[in-house]
């Protein structure tokens, strides 16, 4: 090796370790170079940063550096002291390590293996949640508008004989076509058509002791009493009662009179014999004011003003049909409109003079057309339009005779209602098996929208061949009371859906019980089919215990709209013995789940959820709701997303 050369080698061997070894053959070293020096030095700092905010993330891009092998990228919650969170070689940053509703500050720098740069410009970005996807439906809530709910709407029909357990019912009515002819004093009854116009025993029989007067009735009120509920009982209004329990009566030249005996209202009429509870069996007359009387004695105060579970008075049963369910003693030829409303006035005076604050239920119509026509009554004639119905008849006839007698004579106009919605061809009250099709569930959900929704046109005789529209029921009744008699109450003492054994059914009756009480009914009976119905019990679950102890939907009705009602409806309560407390029912009755806005309440707290649906029901030997778990919620506003066919009772305190 040339000297020359030797020292050269010698000369690296000494060079400071921190001095890049390309330095060596530069001038400063004495190494010869290529004139003019070269050199390194670190890149520039980056341009072009920006800062996008996403959902708690924050994306960051930059324009590269001359020269730079990467970048540290710094942050900070202040503006002008970030520090290091990341060195990489690419010119953007996804930063997912933030918080939506925090302000970041961003600078990058850039570096290479001679330094680092100086900072970027500053940015900075804030993350935020996404906005909700628009609701499917929106449920709007006045507070403004309320109502108060009755206690009564959430009754039964005998109460007792209801498939056990009993969902946490408020009323029960000893009705039905058995108590048209029932003898108070012997206990006899009649079936009427419901079987072979038998005179018997049958609302007498296990714990009753047919010896004692009036204990079918005494029995089922002190029964009522003991479960909580009120009662609704039955007077009889036809005219002849059960003589005796004999079995069949023969209907070839109806009535036989050696089967039945003749009532009178009013006992002073015929008698001057003062009331007891233990009247004669064997004179002629039963006595409608004495049984009133003869009640009050077994079971003091139940006719009384403020009575803790109080019993109401019917007029009968369904008076309408009475020459077709109880041609034993009515005959082929029906009670007409006018005789009917006089009889109406004469018992309502009677027992109400024995008992000023007894209310009273009437006309109890068997269904549309005995509030429409009296079932085709000559005196009357009704039109589509609304006009000369029987029950403007009744209220008019109600009118003169209360404002004669100094009070209501007539306190709650009663019908019932078996929806005579169809599919196209059945009847959704003949829809009670567990599977159904698509167009029998639509018919069965959306028939409770006949008692009031202008809009809506069900697929049935009513709408088809009388009225050519919407039904809307409870909508022309209130119109009429209010011009003839304010303050008289609407009840509805039998109706059925369908459904019984199916989701829809559920639905039905959940959408039954919330009309109820946003439109202030006074009161309602379900009637219970025969056979199984499990799913329409459910529904009052979602009103009445839906906890699965005693957590009940409140008593204050607050008003509520929907955007869709066709497939989501909500009632909304409030609850004055809990200041604060909002119970929501929301119904989906469409084939698919509805994201809900639901606006307009002040809510704070925690929503508690309890759902039903096919799902949940189907695992089930009592159908009831199932709890969902809490949801925090706050403001005016609560958005949830309700499956398909489903009832959801949210409750919030």
């Known amino acids: 090796m040339p000297i020359a050369d030797r020292q050269t080698r010698i000369s690296l061997l000494w060079l400071p370790a921190f001095v890049p070894l390309w330095l060596a053959g530069c001038g400063a070293y004495g190494g010869g170079g290529n004139g003019g020096g070269g050199g390194g030095s670190a890149p520039s700092a980056p341009t072009g940063l920006t800062a996008t905010a996403a959902n708690a993330q924050v994306n960051l891009t930059w324009n590269a550096s001359v020269g730079a092998t990467g970048y540290y990228v710094k942050r900070s919650t202040s503006s002008g002291t970030e520090v290091q969170i990341a060195a990489q070689s690419a010119t953007a940053y996804s930063d997912n390590s933030v918080s939506n509703g925090i302000t970041y500050y961003y600078v990058v720098s850039a570096y290479n293996s001679y330094g680092q740069s100086a ?64 003898n108070w004093e012997n206990n006899y009854s009649n079936a009427g058509s419901d079987y072979i116009y038998n005179n018997d025993l049958y609302l007498c029989n296990a714990g009753c002791n047919a010896a004692i007067p009036a204990e079918a009735v005494r029995t089922f009120i002190a029964a009522d009493q003991s479960a909580g509920l009120a009662s609704l009982v039955t007077f009889q209004l036809q005219g002849l009662v059960s003589a005796d329990g004999n079995g069949p009566v023969s209907t070839a030249n109806p009535p036989d009179m050696t089967r039945f005996k003749t009532v009178a209202d009013k006992k002073s009429t015929v008698s001057s014999v003062p009331f007891t509870t233990t009247p004669l069996t064997t004179d002629a007359n039963v006595f409608m004011d004495e049984f009133a009387w003869a009640l009050d004695q077994k079971l003091p105060g139940i006719f009384g003003a403020n009575p803790t579970h109080p019993t109401f008075l019917s007029l009968d049963n369904e008076p309408d049909l009475w020459n077709a369910t109880h041609l034993e003693v009515q005959g082929s030829t029906n009670i007409s409109s006018t005789n009917f409303i006089t009889k ?245 009755r469409s084939n698919a789940a509805k994201f809900t806005a639901i606006n307009g309440q002040a809510l704070s707290g925690t929503a508690h959820l309890y759902q039903m649906t096919a799902a949940s029901a189907s695992t089930q030997s009592v159908v009831q709701p199932v709890f969902m778990g809490p949801m925090a919620v706050s403001g005016s506003s609560l958005t949830i997303t309700l499956p398909a066919y489903s009832v959801t009772t949210i409750d919030v305190h």
């Open 119 to 182: 900072n970027s410009a500053e940015v900075s970005g804030t993350p935020v949640a996404p906005p909700p996807p628009a609701a499917d439906v929106t449920i709007t809530i006045d507070p403004t508008k309320t109502k108060p709910i009755s206690p009564w709407i959430y009754g039964t029909n005998f109460y007792s004989g209801n498939t056990a357990p009993q969902p946490n019912f408020t009323f029960d009515r000893a009705g039905g076509n058995r108590w048209t002819a029932y």
């Open 344 to 588: 109406s006035v004469t018992l309502s005076e009677a027992v109400k003079d024995q008992f000023p604050n007894l209310v009273i239920f009437g006309p109890v119509n068997y269904g549309f057309n005995g509030i429409y026509s009296w079932q085709g009554d000559l005196s009357l004639s009704p039109t589509p339009n609304g006009e000369n119905w029987f029950a403007d008849k009744y209220l008019a006839g109600i009118k003169t005779a209360s404002a004669a007698y100094g009070k209501p004579v007539v306190d709650v106009y009663d019908f019932h209602w078996y929806s005579e919605a169809t599919d196209g061809t059945t009847r959704v009250t003949n829809m009670t098996g567990s599977s159904l099709t698509d167009a029998q569930v639509q018919a069965i959900v959306q028939s409770p929208r006949s008692l009031w929704d202008t809009t809506f046109k069900e697929n049935s005789w009513i709408t088809n061949s009388v009225l050519g529209g919407p039904i809307y029921i409870l909508g022309r009744l209130q119109a009429k009371i209010d011009a003839e008699n304010p303050g008289m109450k609407i009840a509805i003492t039998e109706y059925e859906n369908g459904g019984f054994n199916h989701i829809a059914g559920t639905i039905a009756q959940a959408d039954n019980l919330g009309i109820f009480g946003s439109l202030g009914i006074f009161a309602a009976n379900f009637w219970p089919p025969g056979g199984t119905y499990s799913y329409t019990l459910a529904a009052f679950r979602a009103f009445r215990g839906f906890d699965g102890a005693n957590a009940n939907f409140g008593d204050i009705s607050l008003q509520s709209t929907s955007s869709d009602v066709a497939s989501v409806v909500v009632y909304a309560s409030t609850d004055t013995t809990a200041p604060g407390r909002v119970v929501f029912v929301a119904i989906n």
